[in-house]
């Protein structure tokens, strides 16, 4: 069976969101470089004893890489049902981590909050995954 006549014809939308992730995934380490630059952290050191604001930068990127894995997984197996709902989802999520990483970089940590509706994208993809194995499992 050819890959491209198993998916839904809309699962390119997913795959968009998969590069637009790829996006902000970079932005973010883009900016950890500069804040190292910036701020004096050598590597490996993943956190400043000195720069609280060093800090929340490196934290912002690395919250995102801790949910990334587990975010792609459910948004695919959502997606082999309801493509367009799982990218619709994924983007709100990705945008939200834009809002989350911009209030982080204030030095505020309490600002990261202004990413908060990210998780409507998170979740929805895992709710929308346990109704594709519902479904499998033939519950309804």
Same mark, same amino acid.
């Given at each position: 069976?050819?890959?491209?006549?198993?998916?839904? +014809?809309?699962?390119?939308?997913?795959?968009?969101? %998969?590069? %637009? +992730?790829?996006?902000?995934?970079? %932005?973010?380490?883009?900016?950890?470089?500069?804040?190292?630059?910036?701020?004096?952290?050598?590597? $490996?050191?993943?956190?400043?004893?000195?720069? =609280?604001?060093? #800090?929340?930068?490196?934290?912002?990127? =690395? #919250?995102?890489?801790?949910?990334? $894995?587990?975010?792609?997984?459910?948004?695919?197996?959502?997606?082999?049902?309801? $493509?367009?709902?799982?990218?619709?989802?994924?983007?709100?999520?990705?945008?939200?981590?834009?809002?989350?990483?911009?209030?982080?970089?204030?030095?505020?940590?309490?600002?990261?909050? #202004?990413? &908060?509706?990210?998780?409507?994208?998170?979740?929805?993809?895992?709710?929308?995954?346990?109704?594709? &194995?519902? =479904?499998?499992?033939?519950?309804?």
């Amino acid at each position: 069976m050819d890959i491209l006549t198993g998916l839904p +014809s809309s699962f390119g939308y997913v795959i968009f969101t %998969y590069l %637009y +992730s790829w996006v902000m995934l970079g %932005y973010l380490a883009v900016m950890v470089g500069g804040a190292r630059k910036k701020y004096d952290v050598k590597y $490996p050191t993943m956190y400043s004893d000195k720069e =609280q604001v060093f #800090n929340c930068i490196q934290r912002a990127h =690395q #919250n995102t890489l801790e949910v990334y $894995p587990q975010g792609l997984v459910f948004q695919t197996i959502a997606a082999l049902v309801y $493509p367009l709902s799982a990218s619709v989802l994924g983007a709100i999520w990705v945008t939200s981590r834009f809002s989350y990483a911009w209030g982080y970089y204030t030095g505020d940590p309490a600002k990261r909050m #202004n990413g &908060a509706y990210g998780y409507i994208g998170y979740f929805g993809v895992i709710l929308l995954s346990i109704s594709v &194995a519902l =479904q499998l499992l033939g519950v309804f």
